[in-house]
């Protein structure tokens, strides 16, 4: 089993930055793509970043010139830098992994417990 445990939410002032980190730990084979998600109160959860094993990067459209996703593989941990945050970037973020549990078993999808991010204007 996996834990994903973010860090580094909280309150921030419009045009400010803010870093968070992904860190993965327990018994797992492998952790393959992992990346940021994001949900606001009603609405779905929405993709902000992701980043693949070997490091290629995707982003969505409203933060691609604001946002960085990196990953240390050795670490089994990723971050995502956030910089000029507006009050629309504010939501709870959740850290996602694709991993293999075993090398015989499929991939799954994991989940943290989410950490909240609010922009003041």
């Known amino acids: 089993q996996v834990q994903l445990v973010e860090s580094g939410g909280g309150l921030v002032q419009s045009g400010g930055s803010l870093r968070l980190a992904c860190a993965a730990s327990g018994n797992f084979f492998r952790l393959f793509a992992m990346g940021w998600y994001r949900q606001v109160p009603g609405k779905e959860r929405d993709l902000v970043a992701n980043i693949s094993m070997g490091g290629i990067v995707d982003y969505s459209d409203d933060v691609k010139s604001r946002f960085t996703i990196s990953r240390d593989n050795a670490a089994n941990t990723i971050y995502l830098q956030m910089n000029s945050l507006q009050p629309e970037d504010t939501a709870v973020y959740y850290c996602?992994?694709?991993?293999?549990?075993?090398?015989?078993?499929?991939?799954?999808?994991?989940w943290g417990q989410g950490t909240q991010v609010t922009v003041s204007s």
């Open positions: 996602h992994a694709r991993v293999a549990l075993t090398n015989k078993l499929p991939i799954q999808d994991d």
